[in-house]
């Protein structure tokens, strides 16, 4: 079913990128034994990974890979395949880094920026709108998962490029306020959980010195 309106210009999925595919199939004790303490470049993402529309930056890291293993690139798309929890994100890859992606994940790896821009798929994959062209993309009875084919045949609204430029700095700017604003929340957790901690610690001097 097309939740476009029949007005609305627009193409498949497909023919805007160059890579539509799920991310490497690894069994869980593999992934066990390949994951390591020590720092190496390279991680590994899971859609538990992505949260607020951002990745972790506290990957879990691998000790290796196989060459022929799905990885990100800067600019990629990743989507969550479970179609109950929806997550969408924009891969950030530092130079020298390779990101390695769950099978739960899809990577969408654009052909042009300048016809479709990252942010603006992003942007449209979390929207009601998107919400609802996922729903009919997803196939399953007891768990609904978004279908690699439904995925790619998926119709994408063709914006001028001037527009989506406008919408990407727009969303640019309002996701580092966000990005921003998490920061600080997280920092003033972690003073709170310190400041509690500490506390308590001198309640139970003062509970053994009572005694």
């Not at 001028?160 to 969303?171: A, D, G, K, M, V």
């Amino acid at each position: 079913m097309d939740v476009l309106g029949e007005s609305v210009d627009s193409a498949p999925l497909h023919t805007m990128a160059t890579k539509i595919i799920r991310g490497v199939q690894m069994p869980a004790a593999v992934l066990r034994d390949l994951t390591t303490d020590e720092e190496t470049s390279i991680v590994y993402l899971s859609p538990q990974d992505i949260e607020d529309g951002f990745i972790s930056n506290d990957l879990p890291f691998l000790k290796s890979c196989e060459p022929d293993w799905p990885y990100l690139q800067d600019g990629d798309v990743v989507l969550s395949r479970n179609s109950a929890n929806i997550k969408v994100a924009v891969a950030e890859v530092s130079e020298g880094r390779t990101v390695i992606c769950s099978d739960a994940l899809y990577i969408i790896r654009i052909d042009d920026p300048s016809v479709l821009s990252p942010y603006f798929l992003k942007g449209l994959l979390e929207s009601n709108l998107g919400s609802e062209m996922l729903r009919h993309a997803s196939v399953g009875v007891a768990t609904q998962v978004i279908g690699l084919k439904q995925l790619r045949d998926m119709k994408v609204p063709l914006l001028p490029r001037e527009e989506q430029e406008s919408f990407e700095e727009q969303y640019r700017d309002r996701s580092a306020v966000i990005r921003q604003t998490l920061k600080d929340l997280r920092i003033a957790q972690d003073g709170l959980r310190t400041y509690v901690d500490s506390f308590m610690v001198e309640v139970s001097m003062w509970r053994l010195e009572e005694r």
